[in-house]
C-alpha cells in the first residue's frame, strides 16, 4: 500500500494539530475535551466488551450496564436493593435500574425477595452465579491475558483508577452547581 504524506502521525512532518474548537481553547480545555472523548469511546466499547463476553457465556442479550448490575448483585455474595445498586454504579434512574432488573429476573440469572419499598432485595440465582463464574473466566482468557501482556499496565490502571475517581468526584460537584444555576 502507497504511504500517503497528508496521513503522516508525525505532528512535526506536517504542522501541529489543531485540537481547537468549541468546547477546547485552551490547553486545559483540550485536555479535558479530549479525555472527555476518550471517556465516551471507552465506556461503549466497555460495553461492547461486557454484552459480547456476557453472550459468549450465556443466551441473554443483555446491555453493559445490565451485565454490571449482575456481577454487582453478586459482589460480596449479599443481596443488594436498589438503592445500593444506585448507589455502587452512579446511577440515579432508578426506573431503569427497575427494567434491567426484570430483564435478568426474566433470564433466571437474579432473584427479588421481600416486599415493600424498602424491603426488596435482589441477589444472584443458581443459574446467575453459574453465569457470573463463566463470565470471570472467559473474561480472564481474553482481557486479562491480553492486559497481562502490556508492561507496567498494573500501575497504570491504577494510576487511571485514581485519576477517574477524582474526576468523578469533580463532575459530581459541578453538576451540583450546574444544577444551582440553571437559566429559567
Request: with cysteine; net charge neutral.
Amino acid at each position: 500500500m502507497a504511504h500517503n504524506p497528508d496521513e503522516n502521525p508525525d505532528p512535526k512532518a506536517r504542522g501541529a494539530l489543531d485540537y481547537r474548537w468549541h468546547l477546547a481553547q485552551s490547553d486545559v480545555e483540550v485536555s479535558t475535551t479530549e479525555l472527555e472523548f476518550a471517556l465516551m469511546r471507552t465506556y461503549e466499547g466497555f460495553g461492547r466488551w461486557q454484552s459480547e463476553c456476557l453472550a459468549g457465556v450465556v443466551d441473554v442479550a443483555a446491555s453493559g450496564p445490565e451485565n454490571a448490575l449482575l456481577h454487582i448483585i453478586r459482589m460480596n455474595e449479599r443481596p443488594k436493593t436498589i438503592k445500593d445498586l444506585a448507589r455502587l454504579t452512579n446511577r440515579d434512574d432508578v426506573p431503569n435500574i427497575q427494567y434491567s432488573l426484570r430483564k435478568l429476573i426474566g433470564a433466571g440469572l437474579v432473584h427479588r425477595e421481600g416486599s415493600g419499598r424498602s424491603g426488596v432485595t435482589y441477589e444472584v440465582t443458581e443459574k446467575g452465579r453459574q453465569v457470573t463464574e463463566d463470565y470471570g473466566d472467559l473474561r480472564r482468557r481474553l482481557l486479562i491475558a491480553a492486559a497481562a501482556n502490556v508492561p507496567g499496565l498494573p500501575e497504570r490502571l491504577r494510576d487511571a483508577t485514581q485519576t477517574l475517581n477524582l474526576l468523578s468526584g469533580i463532575y459530581e460537584e459541578v453538576s451540583r452547581v450546574a444544577a444551582t444555576h440553571r437559566r429559567r
